[in-house]
């Protein structure tokens, strides 16, 4: 599943938002930027959507960094706080379904 991060009506990189924390309702990835996105670009009003269904994922926060200039490539991190663990369960069932499988498996 890949997901749009868009800034003033532009999309300004994809994720695929590959990692989470669900308890602390935390998903996070490596951000493939578009030719609109900027270094230190303002994430206050930028939102998160399902590419598939084109749905926007209620979030509340998205915090960018890019690592680039560190590591001598293009390398750009994405963090996102979904705004409820509802939101979350719907969007990221498969990070919770996996978060959960991980204490059955110990018993």
């Known amino acids: ?4 991060i868009i800034y003033k009506d532009q999309i300004i ?3 695929e938002l590959e990692k989470s924390d669900p308890p602390m309702g935390f998903v996070f990835g490596e951000l493939v930027p578009t030719p609109f996105y900027k270094p230190n670009i303002s994430t206050v009003s930028c939102k ?4 598939d269904a084109h749905e926007e994922i209620l979030c ?4 960018i960094e890019d690592h680039s200039d560190k590591f ?3 390398y750009i991190e994405v963090t996102v706080l979904v705004e409820s663990a509802e939101e979350f369960e719907k969007f990221f069932k498969h990070h919770l379904d996996a978060y959960e ?7």
């Open 13 to 15: 990189g994809m994720s």
């Open 72 to 74: 001598g490539e293009q």
């Open 1 to 4: 599943m890949k997901y749009k």
């Open 60 to 63: 509340k926060s998205i915090m």
């Open 101 to 107: 499988e991980q204490f059955i498996s110990e018993k």
């Open 48 to 51: 998160l959507y399902c590419s």
